[in-house]
């Protein structure tokens, strides 16, 4: 019970999050305090990831349905978080349009792998990229934190180029990898008489 509820505990920590962005972002500069609660907000959504896969396997409670809704609840609430994060200019809307075409074809590709008998587990790329991206919210909101706001290039400026670089390549790759690993079993669904 506890690890369903750490689960779905991110989502509302998301929606807490855009909402106090929405808030700060439209009262001027980003105050000490206002980077603290974000920055709290992001934290604690990060590690609900954490623990609550930790949860479900200290108290043998792993069932296929948290399997399924841990990733479901992953892209939801980053996603919440990086369209208000390019809705308050902080990021490029590419960010989240990247990550969320790589959300659908990853978990079209695991359909593809369930149904050849394929493990639908999460790869290594999946969490490189889950850490990457947990590590870009915090970056970005320390970069606007630290940026004059009347910099051309928005909130943090140079360095959120470069941070939304990391994030769109990581995703990137991570798609490459699921679908490369799914291709086999969309080869074999795509044969006749199969």
Same mark, same amino acid.
Request: charged letters at 15%; glycine letters at 14%.
């Given at each position: $019970?506890?690890? =369903?509820?750490? +689960?779905?505990?991110?989502i509302?920590?998301?929606g807490?999050?855009a &909402?106090?962005? *929405?808030?700060?972002?439209?009262?001027g @500069?980003? +105050? #000490?305090?206002?980077?603290?609660v974000?920055?709290?907000l992001?934290?604690?959504?990060?590690l609900?990831?954490?623990?609550?896969? $930790?949860a479900?396997?200290?108290? #043998?409670t792993v &069932?296929?349905?948290?399997g399924i809704?841990? @990733?479901?609840?992953?892209s939801?609430? /980053?996603?919440?978080? =990086?369209f208000?994060?390019a809705?308050?200019?902080?990021?490029s809307?590419a960010?989240p349009?990247? $990550?969320?075409?790589?959300d659908?074809v990853v978990a079209y590709? %695991?359909?593809?792998c369930?149904?050849?008998?394929?493990?639908?587990?999460a /790869?290594?790329?999946? !969490?490189i !990229?889950?850490?990457v991206?947990?590590?870009?919210?915090?970056?970005?909101?320390?970069?606007?934190s630290?940026?004059? %706001?009347?910099?051309?290039? #928005?909130?943090? #400026?140079?360095?959120? &180029?470069?941070v939304?670089?990391v994030?769109?390549?990581?995703?990137?790759?991570?798609?490459?990898d699921y679908?490369?690993?799914?291709? @086999? *079993?969309v %080869?074999?669904?795509g044969? @006749?008489? %199969?």
């Open positions: $019970m506890l690890a =369903y509820v750490l +689960t779905f505990g991110r509302v920590l998301a807490a999050f &909402t106090c962005l *929405a808030g700060f972002a439209g009262a @500069p980003l +105050t #000490g305090a206002a980077a603290g974000l920055l709290a992001a934290a604690a959504e990060e609900t990831d954490i623990f609550d896969g $930790m479900a396997r200290h108290a #043998g &069932t296929p349905l948290g809704l841990d @990733p479901l609840v992953d939801l609430a /980053r996603l919440t978080i =990086y208000s994060l809705l308050a200019g902080w990021v809307l960010v349009f990247v $990550m969320a075409g790589r659908i590709a %695991r359909i593809a369930a149904a050849a008998g394929v493990s639908t587990s /790869r290594t790329s999946g !969490k !990229k889950a850490v991206q947990g590590a870009g919210i915090l970056a970005l909101i320390l970069l606007a630290g940026a004059p %706001r009347e910099a051309a290039s #928005g909130p943090g #400026g140079g360095g959120r &180029t470069g939304e670089v994030l769109i390549a990581v995703t990137v790759w991570s798609l490459v679908v490369r690993a799914a291709w @086999p *079993a %080869r074999t669904m044969r @006749p008489g %199969r």
